[in-house]
């Protein structure tokens, strides 16, 4: 599946893009995001009945941005998570892990169009619906506003949820070094009918 916008071009994921996705993952949200078994693992995810629903963005000069997404009933929620608000039952929810990209790419609708291709690949694997936990601290709240803007809303807020004494001991935060309280606003969108 490719479709250019502009000059860029939406694919589905591949192994070949992982360099790429880890070296723009720890420029934009710090060293320790994410390593090689973790993406793989992650990618894994979200594949189901033959269907990738992870994305890069490129263009002549490489990636731009990736979005990563996991299966509904491919992924564990967490303390994390609130399945008792969603009003949709979480072997039914994917989980969008990460929109990611690069400085030069932001503010164009890149981010929307990745969401919107992963939403495309959800939907047809069966979910009803996908969560995030979106970086309230970005730039201008960037990742609210734009998954506000796609139709998610939000559920609630989890202070200090990637602080590495959690799970994340190898992070380093790009605003608080390693003792991170930033806050991940858990949001919910419920997919439309087509």
Not at 25 to 40: I, K, N, R
Not at 48 to 68: C, E, H, M, T, Y
Not at 72 to 88: T, V
Not at 109 to 124: C, W
């Amino acid at each position: 599946m490719t479709k250019p916008h502009s000059q860029v071009i939406i694919r589905q994921m591949q192994p070949e893009d992982f360099d790429a996705v880890l070296a723009l993952g720890e420029a934009v949200h710090g060293d320790g995001y994410l390593d090689l078994p973790h993406l793989q693992t992650l990618w894994h995810a979200g594949i189901k009945a033959g269907i990738n629903a992870s994305f890069v963005a490129l263009d002549q000069n490489g990636l731009l941005g990736f979005r990563l997404t996991l299966a509904a009933g491919q992924w564990q929620p967490d303390r994390w998570c609130s399945p008792s608000l969603w009003g949709i039952t979480p072997d039914k929810v994917c989980y969008f892990k990460s929109n990611t990209l690069a400085p030069e790419a932001r503010g164009k609708g890149l981010g929307g169009i990745l969401l919107q291709h992963a939403v495309d690949a959800v939907k047809a694997q069966g979910a009803l619906g996908g969560i995030a936990h979106l970086w309230q601290e970005s730039p201008h709240n960037a990742a609210v506003r734009y998954f506000s803007k796609a139709g998610g809303r939000l559920i609630k807020a989890h202070p200090d949820r990637w602080n590495q004494s959690h799970d994340n001991p190898d992070y380093l935060c790009t605003l608080c070094g390693n003792d991170c309280h930033c806050t991940a606003c858990e949001m919910l969108l419920v997919f439309q009918e087509s």
